[in-house]
Structure formats: C-alpha cells, structure tokens
C-alpha cells in the first residue's frame, strides 16, 4: 500500500468528541476514523492556510465539478450542476428539511434500526418518528414492504428518511428495493430524503446505487445528501452537498437551508472537498481495502473465540453491528458493563430504535492494532458478564 493506515496518532487532548475519555479507555463507537485523512487533502488545506486570509467565501465551478464528475466515475450517476446545493452538514440539512416539509404531529418514517441521530431531528422540530422495522432473519436485514406501505398510507405521513447504505447494519440496498420504495413513497405522496454520506465506504468488490439513479420517478421524488466528510475523515470540516432534482423540492430546500444559515461554507470546506474528490481516489481504495481486512478479522475472531456474539453480515461502512442476544441482557447494560470494566467504549444498539436492542455497533475505522486490542477487550467483557 501507498499510505500507512497501520500508523497509530494520538488523538487525546485535541478536542476530539470521540478521545476525550479517561486514559484506559479505547473508544470504538461514534464514526469518524482514526486514520489521517488523504495527504493530497492535508496538502490543500496547508496551501490554502498559508494565503493568511480566511474570509467570506463562495461556491466555485470546481466544487460543482467534483461532486458531478466523482458520482459519474464512481457511481455512474451523471447529476447536473443546477441540483447541488452547499451545506454545512447531512445532518443540519436533514433537520432544515423536516422543518420546511413538515408541519407538527406528522410522521417522518424511519426504517429500524437506524442512525440514532434521525430520531432527534424529527421530535426536535416536532415531528413523530413512525418506525418501519427492519425484519432480521438469519443474520441479514431485510424490508417489511407490507409494514412500509401501511405506514407511508398514514395521510399524516409525508417524509421517509432513508439511510443507504444502511447504518448501523451495513446493508447496501438493491437496485430492486430502491425501485419498490420509491414507488411506494409516489403512490402515497411522501418524500424521499436519502442519506447518502456512507455510500463510499463499500467492501472492495461492492457499489452502491444512488436513490436517485434507480429510475425518474425516485429522481423526481427524493433529496440526496452527500458529503466527502465520511470516507475521507473530514467532518470537522463541516461540509456537505445537496442533490435536489426537482425544482420545486430544490426551491424549498434551497430556502430551508438559508433559513437555517447553513448553506455557506468555512474557509476549509470547499478546498477539502475539491482534494477528496480530484485527487483521493487511491486513497480511498486502499482505507476501503485496509477496512476490508479489519472486517475478516473481527469476523474471524468473533467465530473462533466469542461464539457468543454474532457479526451482521455487511457489504457497506465502516462499522460493524454486533449481534450479542445470547448474553439476554440489554445492550445498554452490556454496553455500559464492557466499558466499565475493560474500556473498550461501544455505541448500544438500543440508540437506533426497534431491533436495536441486544445489539452494539463497532467502528473498525483505526489501525489494526487498534482493532486487535478492542478484540480482546470486547472478550474479556463478555466472559466478566456471563460471570455477574
């Protein structure tokens, strides 16, 4: 490999959300990735840091030209310059759209269990969360259509938040899901927001497919969120785009976000997301290939030594939902537990609403020796709490 991923850097006492724990402990719960981001990135944000002045800023032809041309080559969707919209951050747009699509009491359905930060931007701004739970058999996520349809059929329905690929459980959805979804948000008139920020962190051998790709309905239906911020370890940054083709959804959104004030970026935004996508490619193929091989050994060690937990199957992201049922107790609890007493700090699966309980989700983003140790940690735990 090119770049060094095995390379260990200290994170503590940088302000870090994710290394401001006590010394012992390994954290391996919120997504961002304890790799250094792309060189080619760190370079143009040095350059660019070097000029002094950091003043106001606006949206240049090159940051238009990245998202189009990267979503082309990598995904064989072709968007147009007129769709994209600047933003802060998925997140920040994913609440400006509740509080522009929505009125209070509506329901926004949500597929569970899923990214635990949807849940607050719909009861933050009023809404109900309505849960279409997943069905888990065999180790596998998969759609309950019928449930879907019952609940997008509620007239007070009228916003569905995907997460493809999925988070926590690392499914990419199929061309033929995306195809039956969109349908069914048309028939009953609610729009698609799809969050899109992992959709680059495939297994080497897997792609993605965009909601908006799959056909002109979901095309004229849906709002895509999009960043660098994931696969390229950057959200600090706070930068993110907006594919909206529709032009009366885009209007909306496009006054959502100036309502909302995030719709201009930082100093540093714009050039880190120009780098990642001119210029990180290589980069990315190798994180995607190193974390590839973080997988096989979780998977390897969980089968050989913790036959207690069982590991999600996967094709997408940097995290790992961990299937720990058979210890009958809830995940919070043995969340709670495994970090007081080996420190290894994991995310609860009960964060990520129905069926997430009896689970926990693991970021493999880090250096193997990092993995390798949070291994351990993770079966000491689990031997300490079959004891208690």
Known sequence: MEYNFDKIIDRRNTASLKWDIKENELPMWVADMDFETAPEIKNALLERAQHGIYGYNIIPDEWYEAYINWWKTRHGFEMKREWLIFSAGVVPTISSVVRKLTTPNENVLVQTPVYNIFFNSIINNGCRPLQNRLIYKDGEYSIDFEDLEEKLSNPQTTLMLLCNPQNPAGRIWKKEELEKIGALCKKHSVVVLSDEIHCDITDPDKSYVPFAGVNEECKMNSITCIAPTKCFNIAGLQTSAVSVPNPVLRHKVNRALNTDEVAEPNTFAVTATIAAFKNGGKWLDEMRAYVFENKCLVDSFIKNELPQVKLVKSEATYLLWLDVSALNKPSGEIASFIRKETGLFLSSGSAYG????????????????????????LKAGVEMLEKV
């Open 354 to 377: 129905e069926g997430g309980n009896g689970f926990l989700r693991m970021n493999i983003a880090c250096p193997r020796a990092n993995v390798e140790d949070g291994l351990k940690r």
